[in-house]
């Protein structure tokens, strides 16, 4: 993986809480929000190509 310290503040504190803080729940619910995310923005750059 690469450097944490190339990503944004935000991604970094993201990763910190899921790393530290996060209760099972929590973390299945961000699993949820992130792919789906992930997913909507790659099939959008599929689009611009």
């Known amino acids: 993986m690469e450097q944490l310290d ?11 809480y899921i790393k530290q803080d996060a209760s099972k729940e929590q973390l299945i619910e961000i699993k949820k929000m992130l792919n789906y995310a992930i997913t909507r923005r ?3 750059l599929k689009l611009d190509n």
């Open 6 to 16: 190339t990503y944004p503040k935000s991604i970094k504190k993201a990763i910190r």
């Open 42 to 44: 790659i099939n959008t």
